[in-house]
T-cell receptor, first 114, second 119 residues
Framework: DGGITQSPKYLFRKEGQNVTLSCEQN?????MYWYRQDPGQGLRLIYY???????QKGDIAEGYSVSREKKESFPLTVTSAQKNPTAFYLC?????????????FGNGTRLTVT | AQSVTQPDIHITVSEGASLELRCNYS??????LFWYVQSPGQGLQLLLK??????LVQGIKGFEAEFKRSQSSFNLRKPSVHWSDAAEYFC?????????????????FGTGTRLQVTL
């Protein structure tokens, strides 16, 4: 079955270290997204990509970086510049661009930075 | 910019009882509206969506939602709740683009409503 795979499910890092979260999809979707989820705050968009080698900042991009070298992959790097990195990170994709395209989500990565 | 309000942080219902989760949106033009469900530690699953046409939308798992433009609402309903419906529910809105410029689905999510089901 097609879907979105996020790995690892749990990730622990020391403060000051960069960490990369993996997101792979085999749905042949054009667009991919990274959201951050914090308790009581819903989902906030970090970055999104419409096609390979292109990506755009979302609402809370500071302290994060992404790449889109392959259609299937959209890794997120949480840098040491991110002040509050501990959160639940969700990757998503949509079949095509446009505001009416439903998002398909992975099962998330919970990042804890101490 | 669009926004979504889910006024109820936490709701508890008995199994078999009816359910209504509230969602109010703010956007100047015609919105695209979605309801997603999230089980603990999991990603989000699409329940239903509204783009245009019939204002009563049917979704998966027996859920439905009604779009009311006059009230800027898109409330989610289920006639009889099952214990497996316990989860967190998110309403989301996407703006309509005038021209297909290839803009990605930048949805705005509400803060969610956690549903607890008692047996």
């Amino acid at each position: 079955d097609g879907g979105i795979t996020q790995s690892p499910k749990y990730l622990f890092r020391k403060e000051g270290q960069n960490v990369t979260l993996s997101c792979e999809q085999n749905l042949n979707h054009d667009a991919m997204y990274w959201y951050r989820q914090d308790p009581g705050q819903g989902l906030r968009l970090i970055y999104y990509s419409q096609i390979v080698n292109d990506f755009q900042k979302g609402d809370i991009a500071e302290g994060y970086s992404v790449s889109r070298e392959k259609k299937e992959s959209f890794p997120l790097t949480v840098t040491s510049a991110q002040k509050n990195p501990t959160a639940f990170y969700l990757c998503a994709s949509s079949i095509r661009t446009g505001y009416n395209s439903p998002l398909h989500f992975g099962n998330g990565t919970r990042l804890t930075v101490t | 910019a669009q926004s979504v309000t889910q006024p109820d942080i936490h709701i508890t219902v008995s199994e078999g009882a009816s359910l209504e989760l509230r969602c109010n949106y703010s956007y100047g033009a015609t919105p695209y509206l979605f309801w997603y469900v999230q089980s603990p530690g999991q990603g989000l699953q699409l329940l239903l969506k509204y783009f245009s046409g019939d204002t009563l939308v049917q979704g998966i798992k027996g859920f439905e939602a009604e779009f009311k433009r006059s009230q800027s609402s898109f409330n989610l309903r289920k006639p009889s709740v099952h214990w497996s419906d316990a989860a967190e529910y998110f309403c989301a809105v996407g703006a309509v683009s005038r021209v297909d410029t290839g803009t990605a689905s930048k949805l705005t999510f509400g803060t969610g409503t956690r549903l607890q089901v008692t047996l």
